[in-house]
Structure formats: structure tokens, C-alpha cells
């Protein structure tokens, strides 16, 4: 081997490669996101359009990542340079860089609050109080002066204390444990949920499709809720794609890992909403729904308490496992395109986007009137992300490997250079070449107002 190439580290088994990519998707974007956007767009006919999204194109996105990192052996702009050397292609790559530092700048923020969630509950300052204090409580919080800044300080101190300490150790370790354990949180969650009297109604908006709810602007949400949800669209798992062993099933993986990712958003969704309606909580009400909804779920169940301590931590270590996949896109570029140390590399892109991430945290207090286009810093960073720079490179994505790679190439990869059937290669291959563009080209035209459907 020559010695310019490094030794990359690998996912040391098959379950490593799915707890890790299964770490990165699911996390806030389900419990937090999911629900609060699905709330803002009408509920039934979004999870419907949300979910339609993730196994039409969702799925051959998150494949796609695993072919061009696997076959690259590189970090997420790399890829693109070794794979169409000489071309414009690395700006994917890059985008996916810059899309990192956006997601984690107001992850981070919500992941803080998760966190002070952890001590309310330890603490028990929910007890005894109705769901317009626990609102309060949440508002006063996320405005203080400096309690959502040290959360979130060390949300990214962890974040990066696990990027530094190396992929597999860092990853494997923390994932294959704590994740089984929050799905049994939820789904006691949701029983509880859908026994509260009035609950019926919630079931009902989620669930009862009503399309005249849904506006283009809804449809691009779900299209960006969905890769958003998945770690698509930025690299995150072309990154880990070069992490994984040439032996595993890339297709099944990516299978499994949506479906286990999207049943997870339905959960959320079945604990939140029924909930909402049942205490009078506005379903669109943003950000802020589970925050000011959970705590009143927990109230109302027998051994909530300890349910309530254990789930914010739990939806703490998966926002983390999310949050070193991003920062991992990061890390993995400068150390491999820019030939830093990684602990060097790690050190500046933890700094960095905990600066940016700062603004985002106290856009919601002393920086609240600092806005553009009725948009707060936090706003800007959750929509850029999700409803621009993940579609668009999930758009460049499923063209690169449709397009410019070829097709042996894509199906070596797939099949394991013949060793797997791929029966369904076909019909990703389809996908990737005409249904995914086409769908995510028209999503965005018609978001723009170029189109009128
Ligand atoms: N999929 C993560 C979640 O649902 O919380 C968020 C995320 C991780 C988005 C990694 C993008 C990414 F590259």
C-alpha cells in the first residue's frame, strides 16, 4: 500500500455500522423536530408526505452516501474529488461542510435544553405545575441570560470530546446500548399519551390526512424534515460510509436504518400529539412543543419521575450520537483534505461552531429582535438547513451517482463486487437517475413559485 493513502479506521462489526448510522439519524430530528414541524404544517397529510418522501427517495439518498464514501475511502469532500477528479463536483462536498456547521450550530442549542431538562427532572420543578407554568418555565429558560449557553457549551464539549477520543472507540461504544432502551421510553410514553382523556383528537391530526392543509412550502418541509431525519444530503454518511467494512450489505443497511428512523418520528409523534390536544397545547406552536409537552405527560403517569429523569437523558446521548456524525464531516475533512492532526482539527471545528452556535442560543433571548425576514438567528440556521442546503445536496447526491459515476461502479459497490444478488438494484438505480431529481427539482421549483402544481 502506498503510504500517502492513511489507514482508515473501521466499523468493526455489521452491528456497528448500524448502530453508528442508526446513532446519527435518529435524535432530535425525530423527538424534537419531527413533531414541532409536523404540528406547523398540519399534521396527518405532512407525516404522510414526510413518510412517502423517506422511502421514495430517502432511502436511495442514504445508499447513495454509503456508495460514493465507500468506494472513495475518503472524508465527504475527498470522495468527490478522487471519484470525478478535475471537476466542480468537490462543491458538494463543500456544501456539505458548511451545512455541518449550520445543523450544529442550533442543534447544540436544542441539545442543551435537553440537557437542563435532565436537572429540571432530577429536580422534580415540574411537579404540581399546569401546562401554561410549564410553558412559562420553558420560556423563562430558554431566554436566560446564560443557562441555555452553558448547556450547550458543554453539549459541544462532549461532542467534541467524543470526535477527538477516534471513530470506533468514540461511536461503537456509546450506541448500541442507549438506544433500545429510549425506543421503550417512547412507546411507554405514547400509551400513557393515548390514554389522557381528549387524546383521540391528537391521533386524529396526526393521522387523518387533510390536504388542504398542505401549501408547496409544507411539501419541502417534509422533503427536508425527511433527509434531515435520515442524515442525508450533507455527507454525514458519505463520511461514515468510508467508515464502513467492504463485507457489509450497504442496501439492507440503508433499508433497515430508514425504516427503524421513520417508525421512531411516527412514536414521537403518537407520545406528543395526543398529548397536545389532551392539555390544550397549539399544535403549531414551534420549537418549543415538546418541551412545554413532555413534562406534563411525565406528570401524569405513575413513576414519571424516573421515566422523565431517564428520557432527557437518553435524548441527550441521541443528539450526541447525531452531533459527532456532523462534526465527524468536519473533522474528517480538515484532518484528511487539510492535513491537520485530527485532535488539532477537532479542537477548531468544535470552537468554531460553538461560536455559531452561541448566536442561535441567545437568539432566543437578548438576540430575539435580531431577525431577517420575521427570521431569528435560530430560524434561519433550522430552515437553511433543512429546507436548502440538505434537498439541494441530496438533489447534487442522487445526480453524482446517477449521473456521473458508473453504473458498474455503483453496482460493484452495492452487490459487494458480485457477492450479494442486489435484487433490487434496478429500482434504486431508476431512482437515482430520474424519480429523485425530478422529484426534489420539482419540490424546489414549485417552492420558488417557477412552477405551478
Ligand atoms: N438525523 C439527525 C436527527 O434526526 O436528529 C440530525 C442530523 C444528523 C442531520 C446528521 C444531519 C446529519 F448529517
Redesign the pocket.
Known amino acids: 500500500m502506498s503510504n500517502t493513502i492513511p489507514k482508515r479506521d473501521h466499523f468493526s462489526s455489521k452491528f456497528g455500522v448500524i448502530a453508528a448510522v442508526a446513532g446519527?439519524?435518529?435524535?432530535?430530528?425525530?423527538i424534537w423536530?419531527f413533531p414541532y414541524v409536523a404540528g406547523e404544517n398540519g399534521g396527518g397529510a405532512f407525516l404522510l408526505i414526510y413518510l412517502a418522501f423517506i422511502a421514495l427517495i430517502g432511502v436511495s439518498v442514504m445508499l447513495s452516501e454509503f456508495v460514493i464514501g465507500r468506494s472513495a475511502q475518503r472524508n465527504a469532500l475527498g470522495s468527490f474529488k478522487k471519484l470525478a477528479p478535475g471537476t466542480p463536483w468537490f462543491l458538494v462536498g463543500s456544501m456539505g461542510i458548511v451545512?455541518?456547521f449550520v445543523?450544529l450550530s442550533f442543534?447544540s442549542t436544542v441539545a442543551g435544553w435537553t440537557m437542563e431538562y435532565v436537572v429540571s427532572s432530577l429536580l422534580n420543578r415540574f411537579q404540581e405545575k399546569d401546562p401554561s407554568q410549564v410553558n412559562q418555565m420553558f420560556e423563562q429558560f430558554i431566554a436566560h441570560s446564560w443557562r441555555p449557553v452553558f448547556w450547550q457549551i458543554l453539549f459541544m464539549f462532549l461532542t467534541g470530546w467524543i470526535v477527538w477520543a477516534g471513530v470506533k472507540k468514540g461511536i461503537e461504544r456509546y450506541t448500541k446500548l442507549l438506544m433500545p432502551l429510549l425506543l421503550f421510553i417512547i412507546i411507554i410514553l405514547g400509551i400513557r399519551s393515548v390514554t389522557l382523556p381528549g387524546a383521540m383528537e391528537g391521533l386524529h391530526f396526526l393521522f387523518y390526512p387533510d390536504f388542504s392543509q398542505l401549501t408547496g412550502n409544507s411539501i419541502l418541509q417534509a422533503l427536508g424534515q425527511a433527509f434531515?431525519?435520515?442524515?442525508?444530503?450533507?455527507g454525514?454518511?458519505i463520511t461514515y460510509g468510508s467508515y464502513i467494512r467492504k463485507s457489509e450489505n450497504l442496501g439492507t443497511s440503508a433499508f433497515q436504518i430508514s425504516f427503524a428512523?421513520a417508525i421512531i418520528a411516527i412514536l414521537a409523534g403518537v407520545a406528543i400529539f395526543p398529548a397536545v390536544f389532551a392539555f390544550g397545547i397549539e399544535p403549531g406552536s414551534g420549537p418549543g412543543l415538546v418541551f412545554v409537552t413532555l413534562p406534563n405527560i411525565f406528570g401524569q403517569m405513575p413513576g414519571g419521575y424516573f421515566f422523565g429523569i431517564l428520557f432527557f437523558i437518553l435524548l441527550t446521548v441521541?443528539?450526541l450520537t447525531?452531533?459527532i456524525?456532523?462534526l465527524e464531516?468536519v473533522v474528517a475533512y480538515m484532518s484528511e483534505e487539510l492535513n491537520l492532526s485530527r485532535h488539532k482539527a477537532t479542537l477548531l471545528a468544535t470552537g468554531a461552531i460553538t461560536l455559531l452556535g452561541l448566536l442561535c442560543t441567545i437568539s432566543w433571548g437578548m438576540g430575539k429582535e435580531w431577525t431577517l425576514m420575521e427570521m431569528t438567528v435560530f430560524d434561519m440556521m433550522d430552515s437553511l438547513s433543512a429546507n436548502i442546503l440538505?434537498p439541494l445536496g441530496g438533489l447534487l447526491i442522487v445526480i453524482f451517482t446517477g449521473w456521473t459515476l458508473k453504473s458498474q461502479v455503483v453496482k460493484q459497490e452495492i452487490s459487494n463486487n458480485g457477492a450479494l444478488k442486489a435484487p433490487l438494484f434496478q429500482i434504486y438505480y431508476f431512482i437515482v437517475k430520474f424519480i429523485a431529481p425530478l422529484a426534489i427539482a420539482i419540490v424546489f421549483l414549485d417552492n420558488i413559485g417557477l412552477l405551478n402544481v
Open positions: 446519527s439519524a435518529v435524535g432530535l430530528g425525530n423536530r451545512a455541518a445543523i442543534y434531515f431525519s435520515l442524515s442525508v444530503g450533507m454525514a454518511l428512523d441521541a443528539a447525531s452531533s456524525s456532523v464531516v440538505l
